[in-house]
C-alpha cells in the first residue's frame, strides 16, 4: 500500500479529471487519489468509476449529495485517509493548476523534516502565470493581510497545493474549522502553526486553468478578507479549540 494519499475535491470538472488522474500515476513514486465529487452534473464521477476499473488499488472516490464547498470536501477526505491510515497526505486541485511532478517535491519536503509542505507561488518572487493583473494583485495582497494578522512567516498562506504529515491531520480538531471556501486554507496553515508544527515552503509555477471554469467568487473572497481578522481573535481566547 502507498503511504500517501492525494485529496481532489471535484464538481464539473469532467474536461480535467481523466488527465489529472493519469498524470499522478503516471509519477515514479506510488501515489494513491481520493476523488471528493460533489455530486457534479457533468459525469466527473461517472468518469472516475470507469477509470477505477483500470487502477483498482490505487483510485478511489466518495461522493457528496450536494456542493457544500471547498472546505467541507478536503475535511471529508482528510478523514477518511486518517482512517485508512496514510503518512502522507495531500491537497491538489484537479486543473493543472498545480503541476502533478511538485507532487514529489512536497513528499521529499515532509519526508525530510516539514510538517507541512506548501507549494508556495510567492517563496521566490511571483510564480503564476496567465494570471490577469487584477488576480494577482489581489492574491499576493491576501497573503500579505493574512500574515500580518496572523504573524505567520508564509508567503503563501492560501495556497491550495499542500501536503501534511498524518499526525498534523489528527491533533487538529477538523470538526471545528469554520472556513469552507478559500480561506479554509489559511485556517488549516493558522491551526498548525499554533500547534508549532513546522510549515515548508517549497516554490511551484503556478498556472491558471486552461479548462473547465473557476470556482472563485465574490462570497469566498469576502470569507478570506473579513474572516480571517475573526479567526485570529477566536484562536486569542480559544485557543484550546484550535
Not at 468509476?49 to 472516490?61: A, N, S, V, Y
Not at 511538485?102 to 513528499?107: F, G, K, S
Request: charged share 25%.
Amino acid at each position: 500500500m502507498s503511504d500517501s494519499l492525494v485529496i481532489i475535491p471535484t464538481y464539473n470538472e469532467i474536461e480535467n479529471i481523466e488527465a489529472i488522474i493519469r498524470a499522478v500515476f503516471a509519477l515514479p513514486k506510488d501515489f494513491h487519489v481520493l476523488i471528493v465529487d460533489d455530486n457534479s452534473p457533468d459525469g466527473t464521477s461517472a468518469k472516475v468509476m470507469e477509470l477505477q476499473q483500470e487502477f483498482p488499488e490505487r483510485l478511489f472516490l466518495e461522493v457528496r449529495q450536494e456542493k457544500s464547498g471547498l472546505g467541507t470536501a478536503y475535511i471529508h477526505g482528510f478523514k477518511w485517509a486518517i482512517a485508512k491510515k496514510y503518512g502522507y497526505i495531500f491537497e491538489m486541485d484537479a486543473d493543472f493548476s498545480h503541476n502533478p511532478q511538485d507532487l514529489i517535491r512536497l513528499y521529499r519536503a515532509c519526508a525530510n523534516g516539514a510538517d507541512v509542505a506548501v507549494g508556495s507561488r510567492y517563496k521566490k518572487g511571483v510564480n503564476v502565470v496567465d494570471w490577469p493583473l487584477y488576480r494577482v494583485l489581489l492574491s499576493y495582497g491576501a497573503s500579505f493581510y493574512v500574515k500580518i494578522i496572523t504573524g505567520m512567516r508564509v508567503h503563501d498562506p492560501t495556497a491550495g497545493f499542500v501536503a501534511y504529515k498524518r499526525h498534523v491531520l489528527e491533533n487538529i480538531n477538523l470538526d471545528s474549522v469554520r472556513f469552507v471556501g478559500y480561506a479554509f486554507q489559511i485556517e488549516m496553515k493558522f491551526r498548525a502553526y499554533l500547534k508549532n508544527y513546522k510549515i515548508e515552503e517549497v516554490s511551484i509555477i503556478f498556472r491558471d486553468r486552461v479548462r473547465g471554469k473557476s470556482k472563485m467568487t465574490s462570497s469566498i473572497i469576502k470569507e478570506a478578507i473579513f474572516g480571517v481578522f475573526m479567526m485570529k481573535m477566536r484562536s486569542m481566547f480559544y485557543k484550546s479549540r484550535f
